[in-house]
């Protein structure tokens, strides 16, 4: 009963993580792309990433090797930006939106 408890909970926690996200479409140098739904979650070249919320405004997606970092700024245009491994990093050009 414990685990099913903890399970709930675990899940309710991880859907809260995805709640503010906004709709994202962008490609960063390297053939990453990056996508999100509002809500989430986050799939990084077609791949759902693990997303973890530092801020009502700041978000991290981490898959495919890379982090993906997606801001939302106070006028609310997104600013997204990759790290990758050896530290290579860039910022990401935002596509149309859907």
């Not at 990056?34 to 077609?46: F, L, Q």
């Not at 970092?69 to 530290?87: A, C, F, M, Q, R």
């Amino acid at each position: 009963m414990e685990r099913l408890l903890l399970g709930a909970v675990l899940l309710a926690v991880a859907s809260l993580a995805n709640a503010d996200i906004p709709l994202v479409n962008a490609n960063c140098p390297g053939n990453i792309e990056v996508h999100a739904d509002e809500g989430g979650p986050v799939y990084i070249n077609g791949k759902e990433a693990k997303l973890k919320k530092f801020s009502d405004a700041y978000y991290e997606a981490k898959g495919s090797g890379v982090t993906i970092s997606i801001s939302i700024n106070p006028d609310e245009s997104l600013g997204v930006s990759y790290t990758g491994k050896g530290g290579v990093n860039g910022v990401c050009e935002l596509t149309e939106q859907d």
